[in-house]
């Protein structure tokens, strides 16, 4: 199996590369995001718990997104692999995220992630903000909220990869194809 992190603070390309990759490697797609916005949708008592979290850029407690993440992993028994976008954002679900896979005899082939400069990130977001529907995008204290919270709690998790030598950083700034191309060398190379 090919399994990948695709990390990076908010705005920082995941969905966009997601996309690209899933055509081009046949991995099926888990954002966490996308799936407590779901769970909000569809008014679930885990979506009611994540709300108030998520409207204000805060972190949704790390039990209710690996209960949901493994609930999905369980699921998938055809996938070839797994793309994690937006997950894992703390060191304990870097952990557990280990533990789900290894249950399933499989594990983390790469972690990459996208790095692009503060401001960039904050105008970015405010762009997606008028057309995405999303409420955290659209308010600057939140997007900045978001933004300190991913180098507190978040940014570690590089740490944590880079010990079992599978953290690729790539910048995350330029155009998406060439963004996209070296986000396959770093895949290709460590397969
Ligand atoms: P995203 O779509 O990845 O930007 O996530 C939107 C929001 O969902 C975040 O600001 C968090 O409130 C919440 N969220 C998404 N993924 C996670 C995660 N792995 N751990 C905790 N909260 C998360």
Redesign the pocket.
Known sequence: MLNIVLFGP?GAGKGTQAEKLIAKYKLVHL????L?RSEIAAKSKLGME?KA??EK????PDSV?IGMIGARIQKETAAKGFIFD?????TA?ANALDELLNANKTAISVMISLEVAHDELVKRLLNRGKDSGRE?DKDVSIIEN?IKVYNKETLPVINYYAEQNKHRGINGTGSIDTIFADICTAIDTSK
């Open positions: 908010p954002s966490t995001g996308d407590l994540a979290f998520m850029g805060e972190l949704v997104v937006g997950f894992p954002r703390t679900q955290d978001r």
